[in-house]
């Protein structure tokens, strides 16, 4: 098949307008959309610099390159999260990556550099180990852009922010609704504005994108995953999109723009009535009474214990 806008071989198809996209005309598309929310949601003033969080898989390393040939000044940002294999494989391709393209990458090492084992504290507090490690990543991710006076940009793809927002309307998930807007301000010096530039991007064109445009990536989910009830909401909405194309774009981008004024985003993102104090051993915020989440982690490996 042939691309609809240049006799180039295509490498996507979209059913629902009959085009087909060469890798380049692909890449011209997909930047379009990035712009398109950085626009629409105020992402990035102008001049202003971006932290990339970096897993070594498709979206985020996409992502980086696009920011890149954007014009956009970046840093890389990838978080050792101690996971044995999966940690060093998704290292290696972020690494790799980086050094093809001659940027600069920050690593942070979860148990060197801050004494946290994610699986010994999960055992140890009887939670899920994605649920600490979650704690662990928002901690380093904020403060690492706070630190470089950076704008944090994550992967989060469209599939991504759909099923989180069917999730939590399934379970009405107030909370988590508000969290998931594509664009958090700062609201205080210790709180790096959060953006997610990929929120028009789905899976199939950042898969083809990599795949067209010679980026390697890691492909296996992270071992400790628990995606059951999200990778059932997943199907259902894959199944959607099937038989109704464009049917994703329009509920993330419907429920964003509806719902712009009606969430108190304007907060950070953080619950009306939450108040956040600094933590006495660290400075970043928490809306804990004591030490925050993060430290109370590290607490657990101090030595005396
Ligand atoms: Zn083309
Ligand atoms: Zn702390």
Same mark, same amino acid.
């Given at each position: 098949?042939?691309?609809?806008? @240049?006799?180039?071989?295509?490498?996507? #198809? &979209?059913? +629902?307008?009959? +085009?087909?996209?060469?890798?380049?005309?692909?890449?011209?598309?997909?930047?379009?959309?990035?712009?398109?929310?950085?626009?629409?949601?105020?992402?990035?003033?102008?001049?202003?610099?971006?932290?990339?969080?970096?897993?070594?898989?498709?979206?985020?390393?996409?992502?980086?390159?696009?920011?890149?040939?954007?014009? &956009?000044?970046?840093?890389? =940002? #990838?978080?050792?999260?101690? =996971?044995?294999?999966? *940690?060093?494989? !998704?290292?290696?391709? !972020?690494?790799?990556?980086?050094?093809? /393209?001659? =940027?600069?990458? /920050?690593?942070?090492?979860?148990?060197?550099?801050?004494?946290?084992?994610?699986?010994?504290?999960?055992?140890?507090?009887?939670?899920?180990?994605?649920?600490?490690?979650?704690?662990?990543?928002?901690?380093?991710?904020?403060?690492?852009?706070?630190?470089?006076?950076?704008?944090?940009?994550?992967?989060?793809?469209?599939?991504?922010?759909?099923?989180?927002?069917?999730?939590?309307? %399934?379970?009405?998930?107030?909370?988590?609704?508000?969290?998931?807007?594509?664009?958090?301000?700062?609201?205080?010096?210790? %709180?790096?504005?959060?953006?997610?530039?990929?929120?028009?991007?789905?899976? /199939?064109?950042?898969?083809? &994108? @990599?795949? *067209?445009? $010679?980026?390697? #990536?890691?492909?296996?989910?992270?071992?400790?995953?628990? $995606?059951?009830?999200?990778?059932?909401?997943?199907?259902?909405? *894959?199944?959607?999109?099937?038989?109704?194309?464009?049917?994703?774009?329009?509920?993330?981008?419907?429920? &964003?723009?509806?719902?712009?004024?009606?969430?108190?985003?304007?907060?950070?993102?953080?619950?009306?009535?939450?108040?956040?104090?600094?933590?006495?051993?660290?400075?970043?915020?928490?809306?804990?009474?004591?030490? @925050?989440?993060?430290?109370?982690?590290? *607490?657990?490996?101090?030595?005396?214990?």
């Amino acid at each position: 098949m042939k691309c609809s806008r @240049c006799h180039e071989e295509a490498v996507i #198809y &979209y059913p +629902q307008s009959r +085009q087909a996209l060469c890798a380049e005309h692909l890449k011209e598309y997909i930047e379009r959309k990035v712009k398109r929310a950085i626009e629409r949601f105020k992402m990035l003033k102008r001049g202003e610099k971006v932290l990339v969080a970096v897993s070594g898989g498709k979206d985020s390393l996409m992502l980086w390159e696009i920011l890149v040939d954007m014009g &956009y000044d970046t840093e890389g =940002l #990838y978080i050792d999260l101690g =996971l044995g294999e999966y *940690s060093k494989s !998704s290292e290696e391709y !972020s690494r790799g990556f980086a050094e093809e /393209r001659d =940027l600069t990458l /920050r690593i942070v090492r979860v148990k060197e550099d801050h004494g946290i084992d994610i699986v010994a504290a999960a055992k140890r507090l009887r939670r899920p180990t994605c649920s600490v490690c979650g704690t662990v990543k928002r901690y380093i991710m904020n403060r690492e852009a706070v630190e470089a006076g950076r704008v944090l940009a994550t992967g989060h793809n469209m599939d991504d922010e759909a099923s989180t927002l069917l999730g939590n309307l %399934l379970t009405w998930n107030g909370e988590q609704l508000l969290r998931a807007s594509p664009s958090l301000p700062s609201t205080h010096p210790k %709180l790096a504005r959060r953006i997610k530039p990929l929120i028009y991007v789905s899976e /199939r064109e950042s898969a083809t &994108y @990599c795949f *067209s445009h $010679g980026i390697k #990536y890691i492909i296996p989910e992270c071992p400790y995953s628990e $995606g059951a009830r999200l990778s059932v909401v997943k199907e259902a909405l *894959s199944k959607i999109e099937d038989r109704s194309p464009g049917s994703l774009l329009n509920f993330v981008d419907g429920f &964003y723009r509806k719902s712009e004024g009606i969430l108190c985003r304007r907060n950070g993102g953080i619950k009306e009535g939450v108040e956040l104090k600094p933590c006495p051993l660290c400075g970043y915020l928490t809306s804990s009474s004591g030490p @925050c989440a993060f430290c109370r982690l590290k *607490s657990l490996f101090s030595s005396g214990e």
